[in-house]
């Protein structure tokens, strides 16, 4: 598994043009909210968490098409389904290394995010940690919907149809981690939610993501 | 368990043809009767003035559209356990029929809404809920149509289906706690179940029930359509094989 | 008529569109059965015809 985990980051370095695309498209979209509306401080600081965490998803969304589709052409896919490693896992490997090559640097950024923004210190330190609670399962809810639309040509659009609604209650939580933070209310119960559905996403989905390859290369 | 064996497509087909007329016949009874009566012979409500007879569209049709999700899921899990063809279809043609409910019951609960308070949209747990229904009724019936293979396509939406109600479900729960906290009282809520006064209840109930019947007629209806399509592309495949 | 007082219109918009998404909805799946129901008539035939 380490060995499969450790090929799926060399080709996502090789073609290191998704990390850096999901980058640059986090910072113009970063960008794009305070051109559209308005660049005042406390307007910015109220939006924060919410353009953080959409501005996430969106960049989330870029790579996800990809996470299966380079095995199931070269027909890698076909043999890693047959080979004594549970499908899950596959599933598993896959999705943690989309999320170390997508999320991880845009969770990296955040303290950049926090400058452009004009967040207070330790409201960016809850931005992180939401972050680092909720963005697991948007890689496994997302390596599920890439599953499903494996077969579709141009699937990216249909998966995005798929997916965003699928991400609303992380948005949701994830959302609320930080704003609560912001107002100083108490923000436990939101992240004890946020880390139950990365945790159930991550051990239950990869049967279904496993079915819907199994299904898909029959 | 004989029920059972109306998943033979033939046995479905016959059972449905001749079901379906008094079917329908007494939907748009019970339809138009509830209806008549609600709008005609009820009295407005002290608060909401006539548009309390929005209620008679509106209720029932979210009955509806939040019942089909539960026909599809039910369809899909028979699908995958038993591998009755006919689950899968019934899933299929259910979808539509949720999503024009859904809309419905968006388009009356807005202009409900603008009266009652000042504007045709707020982003009220229900509304936002229904919202994200749309949206789920949608992506389910978009993979419906974008893979060829049949076989394949039933068990991804079965899929989809099971594990989009536990989102689903979970959604409703994180735009409850979104928008109002957990526990706290409903502050825009129409809680339209509660405190129905009788008279406005009877007419209620048989428009739901009209409405139920509808829904069924139509599902049969669709399904029918949807069984004789796979005959079409069996007859199809046979013929090129001659 | 009963008296709708001032919120008339908006019952009666409701009630339009309601029965206009309907009874669309309904009307374009008896046509789609229909066309189905036809189709498969004929084609049908033609592999009746085929065999013989």
Redesign the interface.
Same mark, same amino acid.
């Given at each position: 598994m380490i060995t499969l985990l450790t090929r799926d980051l060399k080709l996502a370095f090789r073609s290191g043009s998704t990390t850096i695309l999901g980058i640059a498209f986090f910072l113009i979209v970063l960008l794009l909210v305070p051109l559209s509306l308005e660049p005042s401080r406390p307007m910015l600081i109220k939006l924060a968490p919410g353009v953080l965490w959409i501005a996430l998803i969106l960049s989330c969304l870029l790579s996800l098409d990809r996470i299966f589709h380079l095995d199931l052409q070269d027909g890698t896919l076909e043999i890693l389904t047959i080979s004594p490693l549970p499908l899950e896992g596959l599933v598993l490997v896959k999705s943690l290394a989309h999320w170390i090559t997508t999320c991880l640097p845009l969770i990296m950024l955040v303290p950049l995010m926090g400058l452009l923004y004009n967040v207070p210190n330790d409201t960016i330190i809850w931005m992180i940690i939401s972050l680092l609670s909720g963005t697991p399962a948007l890689s496994v809810i997302g390596s599920?919907a890439a599953s /499903? !639309?494996l077969?579709?040509n141009r699937?990216g659009l &249909?998966l995005s &149809? &798929?997916v965003?609604? #699928?991400y /609303?209650?992380t948005l $949701?939580?994830g959302t609320?981690v930080i704003r609560r933070s912001l107002d100083g209310s108490s923000n436990v !119960?939101?992240l004890v939610?946020l880390l139950a $559905?990365s945790a159930s996403s991550i051990a239950l #989905?990869p049967i279904?993501t496993g079915?819907?390859i199994k /299904?898909?290369l029959? | 368990m004989s029920l059972w064996k109306y998943t033979n497509p033939n046995k479905f087909m016959k059972l449905s043809s001749k079901i379906l007329p008094s079917l329908s016949i007494l939907s748009f009874l019970l339809v138009f009767t509830g209806l008549t009566w609600g709008f005609f012979f009820t009295p407005d409500d002290f608060r909401q003035g006539s548009t309390v007879k929005i209620i008679y569209l509106h209720v029932p049709a979210a009955m509806i559209a939040i019942n089909t999700w539960f026909v599809m899921l039910v369809g899909s899990l028979i699908w995958i356990v038993r591998r009755h063809h006919i689950s899968s279809l019934i899933a299929k043609s259910a979808a539509p029929v949720g999503l024009t409910m859904t809309i419905v019951t968006l388009a009356t609960g807005s202009i409900w809404g603008k009266p009652m308070w000042g504007a045709f949209w707020a982003w009220d747990p229900r509304l936002t809920s229904f919202f994200i229904l749309f949206l789920f009724y949608l992506g389910y019936m978009a993979l419906w149509r974008s893979i060829r293979d049949q076989q394949k396509v039933a068990d991804l939406a079965a899929l989809l289906c099971i594990v989009g109600s536990v989102f689903a479900l979970l959604s409703r729960y994180a735009v409850n706690f979104w928008n109002q906290g957990l526990h706290q009282g409903a502050s825009l809520s129409l809680d339209k179940e509660e405190n129905i006064a009788n008279v406005f209840y009877w007419p209620l109930l048989v428009t739901i029930s009209g409405f139920l019947l509808f829904f069924i007629t139509v599902l049969l209806i669709r399904t029918r359509t949807e069984i004789r399509l796979r005959q079409i592309s069996n007859i199809i495949i046979t013929n090129k094989l001659n | 008529m009963p008296e709708l007082g001032q919120y008339g219109t908006s019952v009666i918009i409701a009630y339009l569109i309601s029965f206009v998404i309907i009874g669309t909805f309904f009307l374009v799946t008896l046509n789609k059965s229909n066309q189905t129901k036809k189709e498969l008539e004929r084609l049908t035939l033609i592999s009746k015809t085929n065999k013989s």
């Open positions: 599920f /499903i !639309t077969g579709v699937g &249909l &149809l &798929l965003l609604p #699928l /609303i209650p $949701i939580f609320e !119960t939101p939610f $559905i #989905l279904a079915s819907a /299904i898909n029959n | - | -």
